[in-house]
Every structure is written in structure tokens, then in C-alpha cells.
Nanobody, 122 residues
Framework: QVQLVESGGGLVQAGGSLRLSCAASGRTFSPYVMGWFRQAPGKEREFVARISGSGGLLYYAESLKGRFTISRDNAKNMVYLQMNSLTPEDTAVYYC???????????????WGQGTQVTVSS
């Protein structure tokens, strides 16, 4: 089992930045692919970004490239999502997830956090 706890969400004005954190505990962290997903009100959950266990392979949702950056610190069992130039369309609950496959597909992720709310005001 891997337990994931997100933090860092909150209310921010459009154009601002937030850094989300996800703390992992339980099994050894470094083998896991880590992903960030988000779910906006009334919408399905969508992929945001994912990072390989070593941190060397990154992939982003096309619409978010250049604004969002995913990173991880295996020594601290942490994964991060730096979000810049936020817009109201980024308002969502953000989830981190852990899995064994290098994929953007939700179904492939075995462990999920409870989510952290990000609200961007105009």
C-alpha cells in the first residue's frame, strides 16, 4: 500500500502561482510513476502530468505545457506540481496518484490521494 496526501491548494488570483505537494508513505516510493490529475466542477477527471520513478521522463497534458511543472524528490518521498499563470479554468480538485506504468491513463494508477482544492479567481 502507498498512502498519498496532497497539500498546497488554496485560493489564488488569475495570473498567480501555486505549488502543490504530495507526500507518499508506505511502500518504497522511487519505483512508482507519479501522476497529477484534476477534476473541475461538473467535469470528468483529467490527466495533468506524470513523472517516471527516476524523475527523468516527464509528460504533460498538451494544454498545460509551459505553465505546469512536475517534479519529485525520492529522498523525501515527495512529488510536486508547480503551477504558474493560473486561470479560472484551472479551478479543480487536484489529485496525485501512484502506479507502475508510465501512462496517462487513470485506470493504471493504483493509489490516489484525497485531493486538494485549487480555486483561481478572475
Amino acid at each position: 500500500q502507498v498512502q498519498l496526501v496532497e497539500s498546497g491548494g488554496g485560493l489564488v488570483q488569475a495570473g498567480g502561482s501555486l505549488r502543490l505537494s504530495c507526500a507518499a508513505s508506505g511502500r518504497t516510493f522511487s519505483p512508482y510513476v507519479m501522476g497529477w490529475f484534476r477534476q473541475a466542477p461538473g467535469k470528468e477527471r483529467e490527466f495533468v502530468a506524470r513523472i517516471s520513478g527516476s524523475g527523468g521522463l516527464l509528460y504533460y497534458a498538451e494544454s498545460l505545457k509551459g505553465r505546469f511543472t512536475i517534479s519529485r524528490d525520492n529522498a523525501k518521498n515527495m512529488v510536486y506540481l508547480q503551477m504558474n499563470s493560473l486561470t479560472p479554468e484551472d479551478t479543480a480538485v487536484y489529485y496525485c496518484a501512484a502506479g507502475r506504468m508510465l501512462t496517462i491513463r487513470e485506470i493504471a494508477y493504483d493509489y490516489w490521494g484525497q485531493g486538494t482544492q485549487v480555486t483561481v479567481s478572475s
